[in-house]
């Protein structure tokens, strides 16, 4: 019944700009913390930010003072905008949230490209 999905993701130069949507739908009660991760080639799965039901949030450090997350609870959706883009954030982004419906389970998203290249 619950389903996210990721979009936003694309080609972009060094230095530029892209926001990534985590869209949730379904028989929802209530969305708890959502983060991002992200995947690159060949590497593991890392955790990227964080966003709790408060609205707290945490970053890696590797994209701090970059990367920010948000959330719109009217709207069922996490942003994470993403400023002065390098090479290295290229990887598969993946939404994962911990939802509320008759109990709490984590989710996940299908995933978006993001590619930063020049």
């Known amino acids: 019944q619950v389903n996210l999905v990721e979009s936003g993701g694309g080609l972009v130069q060094p230095g530029g700009s892209l926001r990534l949507s985590c869209a949730a739908s379904g028989s929802i009660f209530n969305i708890n913390t959502v983060d991002w991760y992200r995947q690159a080639l060949g590497k593991q799965r890392e955790l990227v930010a964080t966003?709790?039901?408060?609205?707290?949030?945490n970053y890696a450090d590797s994209v701090k003072g970059r990367f920010t997350i948000s959330r719109d609870n009217a709207k069922n959706t996490v942003n994470l905008q993403m400023n002065n883009l390098r090479p290295e954030d290229t990887a598969v982004y993946f939404c994962h949230a911990f939802i509320t419906t008759t109990s709490m389970k984590s989710y996940w998203g299908q995933g978006t490209q993001v590619t930063v290249s020049s």
């Open positions: 966003v709790n039901s408060r609205g707290n949030t």
